[in-house]
Structures are given as structure tokens and as C-alpha cells.
């Protein structure tokens, strides 16, 4: 069963990017997933947004490093190529660039995940804290081509306000 987003959002998805149900692609513990329409050598690269509240003092990057974690109970092996926080004191983010390699469908792949965390406070208490997560999966061959929607897809991401403007 997919999760639900701590915080409702709005975003806009790249052109030919599919929504599909998260249970129906393997993604339960996702909010939303959306798929490329090639896929590389049999794997679709794909973005998942999931989310949690997160009221405890820990900061993004720690954050990102439990994903790191968790990622590596799964995988063959992981790599953070990069990571650096965005935003402001207000809309604070970071991201980070993992190369993994794992078993997928029973094939041995090389992938590259971009992770976004964006921190989303409530204006009247900032202790109460929403993350978002927004990650990017992709063959190392592939990456360099889905990066650009990615990074637009990102951009468009926004609160839900329930008006739209």
C-alpha cells in the first residue's frame, strides 16, 4: 500500500513521464512513482516522492545518510558521489548523487540515484517539520540523459496551498 506525503504537494511531471501506482511497480513504501517511457536494457528509470514528519532535531544530511543506510541493506554496494545542501534558512534542501549497484529483476545493474530532501516547516512552529523526498533512478548509461527532466520536475515542486494562483 503507498504512504502518504506528511504535507500535501504540487508538481508538474516532464513530458512522457507516466504516473503508475507504486503497489503495481514494486514501490510500496512510496507516495507516488512516476516511470520514463524508454526503458535501458530492460530497467525503467523512475521518480519516487515518499515523505515523513520528522520533529526530532536530526539534520538533512543525517537524514540523507539514513537513506544511504537503508539503501545499502539493499544493494550490492553504494557511493555517494555527491552531496550539497540548497535552499534557504526558510525552504532548506539538500542532494545527493548515489552510484549503486544492485541485483534488479535478477540482473546485475549500475544505477545512479539523485536524491532531493526538502524540508517543508510550519510557519506558526518550526519544530514541526516535514521532509520530502523526491529521488531519481536510472542506469549509469541513461542518467545523464533523464538528469535535465529531473532537475525540472524539482523545480515545479511546491507546497499545496489548496489555491491555485
Request: proline share 8%.
Amino acid at each position: 500500500m503507498p504512504t502518504t506525503l506528511p504535507v500535501p504537494i504540487q508538481f508538474e511531471l516532464p513530458e512522457g513521464w507516466r504516473a503508475e501506482p507504486p503497489d503495481a511497480v514494486g514501490a510500496p513504501g512510496a507516495a507516488f512513482v512516476a516511470r520514463h517511457p524508454q526503458p535501458d536494457a530492460g530497467f525503467t528509470a523512475n521518480i519516487t516522492i515518499d515523505g515523513e514528519y520528522r520533529p526530532d532535531t536530526a539534520t538533512l544530511s543525517e537524514i540523507a545518510h539514513e537513506s544511504v543506510e537503508g539503501l545499502d541493506q539493499a544493494a550490492t554496494s553504494v557511493e555517494v558521489t555527491g552531496h550539497r545542501e540548497i535552499g534557504s534558512a526558510g525552504a532548506p534542501g539538500l542532494t545527493q548523487t548515489l552510484a549503486v549497484s544492485a541485483v534488479v529483476g535478477g540482473v546485475s545493474r549500475d544505477l545512479v540515484q539523485s536524491q532531493v530532501y526538502l524540508a517543508m516547516l510550519d510557519v506558526a512552529d518550526p519544530r514541526k517539520r516535514a521532509v520530502i523526498r523526491l529521488v531519481l533512478t536510472a542506469t549509469a548509461y541513461q542518467y545523464p540523459y533523464v538528469l535535465g527532466d529531473f532537475q525540472d520536475f524539482v523545480r515545479t515542486v511546491r507546497p499545496d496551498t489548496g489555491t491555485d494562483s
